[in-house]
C-alpha cells in the first residue's frame, strides 16, 4: 500500500468553461509541480482529450485517469471514472449518442477544443457540452459499472449541478459507494445535515478549469500497488470508488 496525492476532477480546453490554457501537457506539468501523483481528467459529458493526457501524464510519472463529468437528464453532475482508457472511450460514444447537441457559442461559452499528443489543436467539438443529456441517473450508473468503471456524485456541497442541491439528498438508488467534496472543510456539516453520506467514502478534488486551480498535495489515498504499474494502481483507485 502506498499513499497518492489526487485530484479525480479536471477540465481540459475541450470543456467550453476551461481556460484554453488547460492543454493535456500543461495540466500534467501543472500536477507534477503541485506534487500530485494521481489525476483524472474530466471534461463535460466527453472524454475526447483523454488519449492526449495520458501520452504527457506518462512522460511527467502520473498515474492519469480517464473519465469525465456527466450531466445527468435530472441536470445534476456525476463524476463517470474508468480503469481503462478504451472503456472511458467507449462510454463517450455512449454519451455522445445520448447528448442534446446544441451548437456552441463560443462568444459566450468558450472554445471546445481537441488536443492531439503534440498538444496541438485537432479539432474542435461544434456542439455545446455542458448541458444535460438525455441518461438518467441509474442508466449513467449502470453503463459506467458495466464498463468496469466506478461512477459518484460530483461536488455535493455546491448549488450548480450538485445532486444535495437538486434533489434534496442523495437517492436510495443508484447505490454510490463515494461521493465528492468542492470543499473539504464542508465534510463535517454534511456528513451532521445528510444521513445518506455516512458509510460512504469520499474524495476532496477541485474541479479545475485553470491551470492555478488544480489542487496542491494535500489530500491522499491509500492504494494497493504491488506490484506497481499505473494500471495496478487504477485499479485500486476504481475499486476504492466502488467501496470494493
Not at 37 to 57: G, Q, R
Not at 100 to 116: L, S
Not at 142 to 156: F, L, N, S
Request: glycine fraction near 6%.
Amino acid at each position: 500500500m502506498s499513499s497518492f496525492y489526487y485530484d479525480l476532477h479536471v477540465h481540459s480546453c475541450l470543456s467550453p468553461c476551461g481556460d484554453d490554457d488547460m492543454t493535456p501537457a500543461n495540466i500534467a506539468g501543472m500536477a507534477t509541480v503541485n506534487g500530485l501523483n494521481i489525476v483524472a481528467l474530466t471534461d463535460h459529458n466527453t472524454s475526447k482529450n483523454c488519449p492526449a493526457f495520458f501520452k504527457h501524464a506518462k512522460k511527467y510519472g502520473i498515474v492519469p485517469v480517464a473519465g469525465m463529468e456527466l450531466t445527468s437528464a435530472e441536470d445534476i453532475h456525476v463524476i463517470c471514472l474508468f480503469p481503462t482508457l478504451e472503456g472511458a472511450m467507449e462510454f463517450d460514444m455512449f454519451v455522445d449518442e445520448r447528448r442534446v447537441k446544441i451548437p456552441n457559442r463560443k462568444d459566450i461559452f468558450g472554445n471546445q477544443f481537441v488536443m492531439d499528443e503534440n498538444d496541438e489543436v485537432v479539432s474542435e467539438e461544434p456542439d455545446l457540452l455542458i448541458n444535460a443529456t438525455t441518461i438518467d441517473l441509474e442508466t449513467a450508473y449502470a453503463e459506467v459499472t458495466k464498463r468496469g468503471g466506478a461512477c459518484y456524485p460530483a461536488h455535493v456541497d455546491r448549488e450548480s449541478g450538485g445532486m444535495i442541491a437538486v434533489l434534496g439528498d442523495l437517492p436510495e438508488t443508484p447505490r454510490y459507494a463515494a461521493y465528492e467534496l468542492n470543499d473539504k472543510a464542508s465534510h463535517d456539516e454534511y456528513l451532521t445535515r445528510y444521513e445518506k453520506l455516512r458509510g460512504k467514502r469520499y474524495i476532496v478534488s477541485s474541479d479545475a478549469h485553470y491551470l492555478w486551480k488544480i489542487s496542491q498535495a494535500e489530500c491522499a489515498i491509500e492504494l494497493d500497488d504491488e506490484p506497481y504499474s499505473s494500471q495496478k494502481v487504477r485499479d485500486s483507485l476504481i475499486k476504492y470508488l466502488r467501496g470494493e
